[in-house]
């Protein structure tokens, strides 16, 4: 068992991350390889929880833009989420690791209602429990559940994977060349700065509770058990 610096944190992966180089759908190779690092972390002694988002099937700001009804189209949204989930837990279960996938939304035959005592328990029993459905309230992003579910199961730290991006820059750096890489940030800063990191009430969830924020690019080789053994990757963003 390799040493950690954490001994519980929360994965964020946002639907993009399901897709691989395609823009939309489930990419089988893409999802198995984020299981095998999962597996690796889990092995190392991490109770880890996943949150997942659901923009690789569907996208409720873009269909609202086309008429839909917001709260509709965030439903919508939330279901994608438990496929991604779904499609997860396979591919975890494929490669031995022990998984339960909890729900925000009534959906009984395919994952567990989301209930807070029970998810902690899985985790102590050494099993990675996947969050799906957002916080089951429309007008509520993904990133905004990962930082509520990362504080309720007392998560040392919420990691952020991005696509292709390396952490926190001061601009977009796949559109801007000059864009500098912000190796540590507050989250008053994140927030004043505007740097779309997440979306402000998630960063503000994290702000009130000290939870730690570590962005990096879940395809860089071994990132995420390099994150766990506390290797400074991607960006930090804390309270001091």
């Known amino acids: 068992m390799t040493a950690t610096s954490y001994q519980r944190v929360l994965l964020k992966l946002s639907g993009e991350a399901f897709s691989g180089k395609a823009r939309f759908g489930i990419d089988s190779q893409t999802v198995n390889q984020i299981a095998g690092q999962i597996k690796k972390v889990a092995e190392m002694g991490v109770a880890t929880a996943v949150v997942v988002g659901g923009g690789n099937i569907w996208r409720g ?21 438990v496929i991604n989930a779904l499609a997860l837990q396979d591919a975890l279960e494929n490669a031995g690791v022990v998984t339960r996938t909890q729900s925000a939304i009534g959906i009984a035959q395919v994952a ?51 696509n292709n991006v390396d952490g926190v820059y001061d601009a977009d750096p796949r559109k801007n060349p000059n864009a500098k890489k912000l190796e540590r940030l507050t989250h008053l800063e994140a927030l004043n700065l505007r740097l779309n990191v997440m979306d402000a009430t998630a960063l503000s969830l994290c702000l009130e ?19 766990i053994s506390g290797e400074h990757i991607g960006t930090i963003i804390s309270s001091e």
């Open 61 to 81: 700001t873009s269909a609202e833009r086309k008429g839909m009804d917001r709260v509709t189209a965030d439903y919508a949204g939330m279901l994608a989420t």
């Open 112 to 162: 567990e209602p989301y209930i807070r005592r029970r998810a902690i328990r899985h985790l102590e029993k050494g099993r990675v429990v996947i969050f799906a459905g957002g916080t089951g309230n429309p007008y509520m992003t993904t990133d905004t559940a990962a930082a509520l579910r990362a504080i309720e199961i007392g998560a040392e730290v919420l990691l952020m994977t991005k």
């Open 209 to 227: 509770n000290r939870l730690p924020i570590i962005v990096f690019d879940l395809k860089a080789p071994q990132s995420l058990e390099r994150a």
